[in-house]
């Protein structure tokens, strides 16, 4: 016999939290299987890149991504060792690398459609607009208000990650 999850008397708003986690869990299994060779996170890594006006920095696409610096650069050592990206000191300071798509990373996103692709349309079938507006709206509320409560921590979340082994 099946144990039963039930959500009776949870919070809505815990639920929803709960509900987009398990979404973009198995949002990333479906795109990694779909993608074959480039990971669903590598897929949306190398969409960012392209969306930036010049060759951005490890830095700019962490903030961009949420990610921390060095997980982003983790993937962009792989996606350099599969020949999809390089990484390039910066003219200006030689500290900082820019990251480069190359022909093969600009030919990913262009044949498969990069996240806009098969699976996005498929995923998004019969899905109105309009309510996808609503949504991407709600999404940036929430994601401005978290912002908020990270700087309110002063630093304590930072911290917590670097323990933990999360940043550098």
């Known amino acids: 016999?099946?144990?039963?999850?039930?959500?009776?008397?949870?919070?809505?708003?815990?639920?929803l939290v709960a509900l987009m986690s398990?979404?973009?869990?198995?949002?990333?299994?479906?795109?990694n299987a779909v993608l074959g060779e480039v990971s669903w996170k590598q897929c949306i890594l190398l969409t960012c890149i392209r969306m930036f006006d010049r060759p951005p920095t490890i830095g700019e696409i962490s903030r961009a991504l949420?990610?921390?610096?060095?997980?982003?650069?983790?993937?962009?050592?792989?996606?350099?060792n599969s020949g999809y990206v390089e990484l390039a000191s910066d003219s200006r300071d030689r500290r900082r690398?820019?990251?480069?798509?190359?022909e093969k990373g600009q030919d990913f996103i262009r044949y498969s459609g990069g996240p806009d692709g098969m699976l996005l349309s498929e995923l998004f079938q019969g899905v109105d607009r309009d309510k996808v507006a609503d949504v991407i709206r709600m999404i940036y509320t929430l994601n401005?208000?978290?912002?908020?409560?990270?700087?309110k921590s002063g630093g304590k979340i930072e911290r917590r990650e670097a323990q933990n082994g999360l940043l550098p």
């Not at 060095?70 to 792989?78: G, I, P, R, S």
């Not at 690398?97 to 190359?102: A, D, F, K, P, Y």
């Open 144 to 151: 401005q208000n978290l912002r908020s409560i990270e700087a």
């Open 66 to 80: 949420g990610n921390s610096h060095q997980n982003v650069k983790q993937m962009l050592v792989k996606l350099q």
């Open 22 to 31: 398990e979404f973009m869990n198995r949002l990333q299994t479906v795109g």
């Open 97 to 102: 690398l820019r990251v480069n798509l190359t």
């Open 1 to 15: 016999m099946a144990n039963v999850l039930h959500f009776k008397g949870t919070q809505t708003t815990f639920f």
